[in-house]
């Protein structure tokens, strides 16, 4: 490699890890314990409980609903979802005039309709998972994270390319323990580098894809599901809408052999001002990832259309596992957790060997 | 170490090569799979993190 070559891909190294590194570290810090929150919030949590009436009849949805929304007085539904190990029904209701991003979650018992103790959200991993996603700026923080996760594969492709001549004497893995420290930690810094590679950028650009979430899905219903909406002029009032579970058993009924994950109601995030979205999982391991919403029209109670995600949807929703590691156990966590040590210890050490070089050099 | 020895490119980046390969193969099979593809998927990627220690107790000087 021309020296010329050899300096500007430095260059490049240079600048993208140091405006990013901050960051970089953050995110690590944070995403440690963060990829043990199923852990974490089942040892701080869960406590004992039992369903209040596991032999009766249970409550259907639209009751479900009616119990929550009276304990939330003026609020409106925005999605509801369903504990997979008890007979829990979770709704998320919102006040409309409220400040964006707050949200009312009930856990609500479908045998009884009292409340059930919530399993997942409790305040320590709440505000691990807001720091990591957004740092508390919404949107434009998130965002932000984005384009320093952008910065990093630019780190990552200019590693590659300066390890060749660091390496070209040097059998792989060489670590040279006896020489000065900043030798030392050069070797450190190349050979975990070059082994987390791979895992680092899967997390790297998953990551990304996950920071433009909001907009993959905005993008979503201002063109696919816009021509659902077109036959409407205007929203449906709450006090209009039609039966949820004759919704919920009609969309089962057009996804057959499908599990229920959640209902996006109408005007929320996930669906369209007119229409309950009723969202469906696959039960292969793959497809588990891969959600397709059945609509129903909350006026008439009709099936309007069963909508499969279009790829920009599917990349978003794969990528969320291929990010938390959540997918292939405690194994699997545990390995994320190293790799993910192993990525702090290359951002310190990339930062060592940027201030020792100026030391040196000046 | 005999001064002057160079490697080509391949003989550089043949072990990160096969490394990225394991650890990719390892995270889609565990994706893609249930039960014995994830201890598959998981003993791919726990292998090339053996590269490290691996590497500290072999080719340190």
Known sequence: MKARTLRAWSWVHKWSSLVSTAFLLMLCVTGLPLVFTHEIEHVLMEKAWTPADPGGPGLNLDQVLGVALARKPGEVPAFMSFDEDRPVVNVTSVHPDGKEGVYSFQPIDQTSGDPAPPVAGHPVTEFLLQLHTDMFLGLPGMLFLGAMGVLLIAALASGVVLYAPFMRRLPFGTVRTRRQARTRWLDYHNMLGVVTLAWVLVVGATGVVNTLATPIIDYWKDTALKALTQAYDSPVAPGQHSSLQAAVDKARAALPGMQLQFVAFPGSAYSTDHHYAVFFRGDTPLTAHLTTPALIDARSGNLAAVAPLPWYVKALSLSQPLHFGDYGGLPLKILWALLDIAAIVILGSGLYLWLAKRKAGA | ?61
């Open chain 2, 1 to 61: 170490m005999k001064r002057g020895r160079r490697f080509t490119l391949w003989q550089v980046f043949r072990a990160p090569v096969g490394i990225a390969m394991l650890s990719l193969f390892g995270l889609v099979a565990a994706l893609v799979g249930d039960h014995v593809w994830d201890v598959i998927g998981a003993a791919a990627l726990a292998s090339t993190l053996g590269a490290v220690p691996w590497a500290l107790a072999t080719r340190r000087q």
